[in-house]
């Protein structure tokens, strides 16, 4: 299992503007962004205790979470993601799912899932089978992500948080999310090995300092 290193400061508008004027002058815009940005749609699940959501506000180190990600409303680009954190290192894994699987997921059907030749589904199967996971809540938000090759360092800013309450009618373009208030905008940076210096002295704001901030925690403060 590859870790990396993952770190997150809540900033401000103005540190967004300047961040992304000094990350835009050394690292180079994520291959999958549209005019430096795209568009994150995210289906949450958790059991009926909401584990996942007490272990993240009780600041446990070591937990688990599976979510289905749809990327610019793109139904042909949906991934199935299990992130896996232990302290400040994190693992993703992810694999693509076709626009039947994801609804069929979220709508609680789930005895293709058995069959499945992919590892990550029949995983996420026996977790829904063991500890009763269901969809719980969708998040979305706008990502503008830079990478940088040495380090294999990503660094991205997330903002324009929103949430669509009760409704986990993920593939419905037409399903209403609203702001979630207060919402601040997220840097995260991401690197394996190690960071290079040119990028940690690009993301110093001064005064800021890491945070535990977590858009489905957020999202789920309003179901």
Same mark, same amino acid.
């Given at each position: 299992m590859q870790f990396r290193h993952?770190?997150?400061?809540?900033?401000?508008?103005?540190?967004?503007?300047i961040l992304r004027q000094r990350l835009s002058t050394v690292m180079t815009?994520?291959?999958?962004?549209?005019?430096?940005?795209?568009?994150i749609r995210s289906l949450y699940f958790d059991n009926p205790d909401d584990k996942a959501l007490r272990e993240k506000l009780d600041g446990v180190s070591i937990r688990e979470?599976? #979510?289905?990600?749809?990327?610019? /409303?793109?139904?042909?680009?949906l991934h199935l993601e299990r992130k896996f954190k232990c302290g400040g290192l994190g693992n993703k894994e992810s694999t693509p799912l076709t626009p039947n699987q994801a609804q069929s997921i979220a709508n609680g059907d789930i005895r293709w899932m058995a069959a499945s030749a992919d590892e990550i589904v029949r995983r996420f199967y026996t977790r829904i089978c063991s500890d009763r996971l269901a969809a719980k809540v969708i998040v979305d938000y706008t990502r503008e992500p830079f990478v940088f090759g040495p380090g294999n360092v990503r660094v991205t800013l997330d903002y324009n948080i929103r949430t669509?309450? #009760?409704?986990?009618?993920?593939? /419905?373009?037409h399903c209403t999310t609203i702001p979630v208030p207060d919402s601040p905008c997220i840097l995260e940076v991401k690197w394996d090995n190690f960071l290079p210096d040119v990028i940690r002295d690009i993301v110093q704001l001064g005064d800021r300092h890491s945070t535990a901030y977590s858009k489905y925690a957020a999202c789920r403060m309003y179901d």
């Open positions: 993952e770190v997150k400061h809540e900033i401000s508008n103005l540190d967004k503007l815009p994520d291959s999958h962004a549209k005019n430096g940005h795209y568009e979470k599976y #979510r289905i990600r749809l990327y610019n /409303n793109d139904p042909d680009i669509a309450l #009760r409704c986990t009618d993920f593939l /419905n373009p």
